[in-house]
């Protein structure tokens, strides 16, 4: 609701004054933030869109008692990604107290510095770079892959977050095989990224399918497409060297790895070195 508002009020009349008033987690430590405004595209997500600051973000942390499960793991994936790119303190604070947020009463204090702080990082990486030509591409981990995964299902399998989450596996086994990424930092991320909660599984998505997605992401340039690789938890930053070697074998170890047909009783793949 938040980007297609804000795409209306970017298009009409060249420009009106918009408040966003984000009633889901993601939302409030994410797509609230910064000025990003659009709608999907049967090509590919968020393909028709304009930068369109908000006068005001007013994010009220009660309405987050509405929400099902499932919305606030969506959220959850998003706050992972914050701490993965620019905050290895804000990842291990979710290390540590993530299961007692989904399974307890939640704790307002607690909840109240995550969503801040990642409001924070958000919002001085845009005032550096509004229109996204540098460093604004650091908040993209995840999502080349995630928005494939959107585009490949309709839109209709998984929520964004979600799609994120995976996408954010993905990444880091890329980084991984590229030698930029311990496996035991991989495994870190792909750890937390499961102990948010079961997502809907990968069954049915094609390799051929997901590249076919890649080729019209908005992140290709210049013929290539570029990914936000992470060095180390709580760095990450635009890789733009081919992956064209490794992504098809990367691709195949996701899908597997987050395919509801897995038996239950096997390990998690390994992270390559």
Same mark, same amino acid.
């Given at each position: 609701?938040?980007?297609?508002?804000?795409?209306?009020?970017?298009?009409?009349?060249?420009?009106?004054?918009?408040?966003?008033?984000?009633?889901?987690?993601?939302?409030?430590?994410?797509?609230?933030?910064?000025?990003?405004?659009?709608?999907?595209?049967?090509?590919?997500?968020?393909?028709?869109?304009?930068?369109?600051?908000?006068?005001?973000?007013?994010?009220?942390?009660?309405?987050?008692?509405?929400?099902?499960?499932?919305?606030?793991?969506?959220?959850?994936?998003?706050?992972?990604?914050?701490?993965?790119?620019?905050?290895?303190?804000?990842?291990?604070?979710?290390?540590?107290?993530?299961?007692?947020?989904?399974?307890?009463?939640?704790?307002?204090?607690?909840?109240?510095?995550?969503?801040?702080?990642?409001?924070?990082?958000?919002?001085?990486?845009?005032?550096? *770079? =509004?229109?996204?030509?540098? #460093?604004?591409? &650091?908040?993209?981990? +995840?999502?080349?892959? $995630?928005?494939?995964?959107?585009? /490949?299902?309709?839109?209709?399998?998984?929520?964004?977050?979600?799609?994120?989450?995976?996408?954010?596996?993905?990444?880091?086994?890329?980084?991984?095989?590229?030698?930029?990424?311990?496996? *035991? =930092?991989?495994?870190?991320? #792909?750890?937390? &990224?499961?102990?948010? +909660?079961?997502?809907? $599984?990968?069954?049915?998505?094609? /390799?051929?399918?997901?590249?076919?997605?890649?080729?019209?992401?908005?992140?290709?340039?210049?013929?290539?497409?570029?990914?936000?690789?992470?060095?180390?938890?709580?760095?990450?930053?635009?890789?733009?060297?081919?992956?064209? #070697?490794?992504?098809?074998?990367?691709?195949?170890?996701?899908?597997?790895?987050?395919?509801?047909?897995?038996?239950?009783?096997?390990?998690?793949?390994?992270?390559?070195?």
């Amino acid at each position: 609701m938040g980007d297609i508002t804000g795409f209306a009020a970017a298009t009409y009349l060249r420009g009106l004054a918009f408040v966003q008033l984000p009633t889901t987690l993601l939302a409030m430590i994410d797509s609230a933030v910064g000025g990003k405004t659009g709608i999907n595209h049967r090509a590919g997500k968020n393909l028709i869109g304009a930068f369109h600051q908000p006068a005001l973000v007013v994010a009220d942390l009660e309405t987050l008692t509405t929400l099902p499960r499932r919305e606030w793991n969506a959220g959850w994936h998003e706050a992972i990604k914050y701490g993965v790119i620019r905050d290895a303190d804000l990842f291990a604070r979710l290390e540590a107290r993530l299961p007692l947020a989904l399974n307890q009463p939640l704790p307002w204090d607690w909840l109240a510095a995550v969503v801040a702080d990642c409001c924070r990082i958000k919002a001085a990486i845009v005032a550096r *770079d =509004e229109r996204e030509t540098g #460093e604004r591409k &650091v908040l993209n981990f +995840g999502h080349t892959v $995630g928005h494939a995964l959107e585009a /490949v299902t309709r839109y209709r399998r998984f929520r964004h977050g979600e799609a994120v989450g995976i996408g954010m596996v993905a990444a880091c086994q890329i980084a991984v095989r590229l030698g930029k990424l311990t496996p *035991d =930092e991989a495994q870190r991320l #792909e750890q937390l &990224v499961r102990r948010v +909660g079961r997502m809907p $599984g990968t069954d049915g998505i094609t /390799v051929a399918a997901l590249l076919e997605a890649l080729r019209h992401d908005k992140k290709v340039s210049q013929g290539r497409l570029r990914f936000i690789l992470p060095s180390r938890i709580g760095w990450a930053e635009e890789y733009c060297g081919s992956v064209e #070697e490794v992504l098809p074998a990367v691709l195949t170890d996701t899908l597997a790895r987050f395919s509801r047909r897995r038996p239950a009783d096997q390990p998690t793949p390994k992270a390559e070195s």
